[in-house]
Nanobody, 116 residues
Framework: QVQLVESGGGLVQAGGSLRLSCAAS????????MGWYRQAPGKQRELVAS???????TYADSVKGRFTLFRDNAKNRVSLQMNSLKPEDTAVYYC??????????WGQGTQVTVSS
């Protein structure tokens, strides 16, 4: 079984930066896509950034140019550098991994709060 542990959330003022990190551990036989979703209060969970097995990264339009996903395949880690943060980026951020099973594996979530 695969576990994902996230770190790096917190409170920041608008215009500031945060970096989220996620490390996968456990019985990992294959690691396909890794990335981040977020869920704001009263809203559906949405994709923020995803990196597939070929190394292609996809970003939500709302974060393009501000967020950058980094992936370390050797260590099964992924991080999200978030710059120029806006209040609308406030959400719980979830790391996910596609390890070839029926369902993705999810982290426990980390809160990001951006004050205006």
């Amino acid at each position: 079984q695969v576990q994902l542990v996230e770190s790096g959330g917190g409170l920041v003022q608008a215009g500031g930066s945060l970096r989220l990190s996620c490390a996968a551990s456990g019985r990992i036989f294959v690691m396909n896509a890794m990335g981040w979703y977020r869920q704001a209060p009263g809203k559906q969970r949405e994709l923020v950034a995803s990196n597939n097995r070929r190394g292609i990264t996809t970003y939500a339009d709302s974060v393009k140019g501000r967020f950058t996903l980094f992936r370390d395949n050797a260590k099964n880690r992924v991080s999200l550098q978030m710059n120029s943060l806006k209040p609308e980026d406030t959400a719980v951020y979830y790391c996910y991994a596609d390890t070839g099973g029926t369902l993705n594996t999810w982290g426990q979530g980390t809160q990001v709060t951006v004050s205006s």
